[in-house]
Nanobody
Framework: QVQLVESGGGLVQAGDSLRLSCAAS????????MGWFRQAPGKEREFVAT????????YYRESVKGRFTISRDNAKNTVYLQMNSLKPEDTAVYYC?????????????????WGQGTQVTVSS
């Protein structure tokens, strides 16, 4: 069992930055690839970014490439999402998730554990 707790969300203006954190407890954090997903009101959950167990491989959805950076600190059992140049369309609840696969997946169904989410609101 893995417990995930996100933090760092908030209300910001377009162009601002936020860093989300996801603290994991339970089984060995480094045994899991980690991902970030988001869900805006009235929309389906969508993949944002994923990072492999070691942190050496990352993938991003096209719309956040160059603006968002996923990273992890296995010593601190934490995964981060640095979000720069935020846009109103980035407004959503952001979730972190753990995948027992090595590389990380882009489909939500591949993830076994989920956090409760943190709200990010970007005003124009």
């Amino acid at each position: 069992q893995v417990q995930l707790v996100e933090s760092g969300g908030g209300l910001v203006q377009a162009g601002d930055s936020l860093r989300l954190s996801c603290a994991a407890s339970g089984r060995t954090f480094s045994s899991y690839a980690m991902g970030w997903f988001r869900q805006a009101p009235g929309k389906e959950r969508e993949f944002v970014a994923t990072i492999s167990r070691s942190g050496g491989i990352t993938y991003y959805r096209e719309s956040v490439k160059g603006r968002f950076t996923i990273s992890r600190d296995n010593a601190k059992n934490t995964v981060y999402l640095q979000m720069n140049s935020l846009k109103p369309e980035d407004t959503a609840v952001y979730y972190c998730a753990a995948d027992s696969g090595a590389l990380g997946a882009r489909r939500g169904n591949d993830y076994e554990y989920w956090g409760q989410g943190t709200q990010v609101t970007v005003s124009s």
